[in-house]
T-cell receptor
Framework: LAKTTQPISMDSYEGQEVNITCSHN???????ITWYQQFPSQGPRFIIQGYKTKVTNEVASLFIPADRKSSTLSLPRVSLSDTAVYYC????????????FGTGTRLLVSP | KAGVTQTPRYLIKTRGQQVTLSCSPI?????VSWYQQTPGQGLQFLFE???????NKGNFPGRFSGRQFSNSRSEMNVSTLELGDSALYLC?????????????FGPGTRLTVT
């Protein structure tokens, strides 16, 4: 499984765009990049997944450069409720469902 | 569609006791995984079940076990509880073929061992 590196914490203000970058230099050809969000005392929530270029859904955008050695989760116009821990995971979409979570990025959104 | 449900939500046990936690996956999901989350170790994979068979197992002692029933509901059991077993235990389910990394988590069971 590819190792990921992300900032431990980030601060932002309401209404700003937040970009969280994840490094995964050893990503394999079959690996996908997936982001989860977790609020305190709750289970993680799947946000977005991508393989290359750009993926967008109603919650976020995921930007993946051509070399795929990093990815950026973009949260547009954050609100206080976006305060959470964000995890970047990299791995192949195989039949096994084992997720390996790193330490994640703790995002604090202030008024 | 109802999400993943876990019972009980909170539990207090004494060292040496055993505990059983229950998880009901989203309807139609056949894969169920269990995770332990602690402040010190973060989120760690325990095991995964599919069609009543354990397909993958994390690095936990044999005191941690699980099973899955024909309706995909799953239970995990921890015997001879230790103080270090205090944690949030999370269950996640997914559809086969949906993508190994797209899982849906329940709210968790907060276990406190005294």
């Amino acid at each position: 499984l590819a190792k990921t590196t992300q900032p431990i914490s980030m601060d932002s203000y309401e209404g700003q765009e937040v970009n969280i970058t994840c490094s995964h230099n050893n990503i394999a050809t079959n690996d996908y990049i997936t982001w989860y969000q977790q609020f305190p005392s709750q289970g993680p929530r799947f946000i977005i997944q991508g393989y290359k270029t750009k993926v967008t859904n109603e919650v976020a955008s995921l930007f993946i450069p051509a070399d795929r050695k990093s990815s950026t989760l973009s949260l547009p116009r954050v609100s206080l409720s976006d305060t959470a821990v964000y995890y970047c995971l990299v791995g192949a979409n195989t039949g096994f469902q084992k997720l390996v979570f790193g330490t994640g990025t703790r995002l604090l959104v202030s008024p | 569609k109802a999400g993943v449900t876990q019972t009980p939500r909170y539990l207090i046990k004494t060292r040496g006791q055993q505990v059983t936690l229950s998880c009901s996956p989203i309807s139609g999901h056949r894969s169920v995984s269990w995770y332990q989350q602690t402040p010190g170790q973060g989120l760690q994979f325990l095991f995964e079940y599919f069609s009543e068979t354990q397909r993958n197992k994390g690095n936990f002692p044999g005191r941690f076990s699980g099973r899955q029933f024909s309706n995909s509901r799953s239970e995990m059991n921890v015997s001879t509880l230790e103080l270090g077993d205090s944690a949030l235990y999370l269950c996640a389910s997914s559809l086969p073929g949906q993508g190994a990394y797209e899982q849906y988590f329940g709210p968790g069971t907060r276990l406190t061992v005294t």
